[in-house]
């Protein structure tokens, strides 16, 4: 099997439909978020792909074999990654309990890192959302279990900004079986 297939049949996966038994992408995912007011209305998103998917997509895409993602493998890249919106990049967003759905998603930035390809996604929230009145809850779910949405070591969320000390994140298990947990974030007034 070429290379070639191998990068057609993961990227085949970025559209795919049927419901699957267990992962075949793994994915550590977090968020990110900057609080210089008690008022936010976007979120970003880091993906790091395991390293076989990886490795495939950045054979794919990497076109001069540099190790690395520049001008129009970037963009490539990122266009490709674009299928992954119809999934809502797994991206689950509450507030005060209801589900919210984003209002968009762009891809920011693509690139390798220790041979590990890592996506940035910019999520826009429908409504600013007043952290010190409203709960937003965040994480990450592939209902057909085809893609692992996984914490990392460093956490679910990262804070930073001028009020991000003011906010407490607490990390609850999640019911689904898809999610590996939940960040609820609240911030003092």
Known sequence: MSVRHCIAGALALLGFTLAQAHPHIWVDSDYSLKIDSPSVDAVSAHWEFDLFTSASLIAEFDV???????????FNTSEALKNLEKSS???RV????EDVTPASYTVTDVEVNNQLLQMELGVSLPNKVNLQSHTLSLAFGDESNYFAMVVPESGLLNLSGRLA???TPTVRDAEAYQIEAWVDLRCDP
């Open 64 to 74: 001069d074999g540099d190790g690395t993602l520049d001008g129009q493998e970037k």
């Open 89 to 91: 990049y797994f991206i």
């Open 94 to 97: 509450k507030v005060d309990g």
């Open 165 to 167: 000390e003011t906010c």
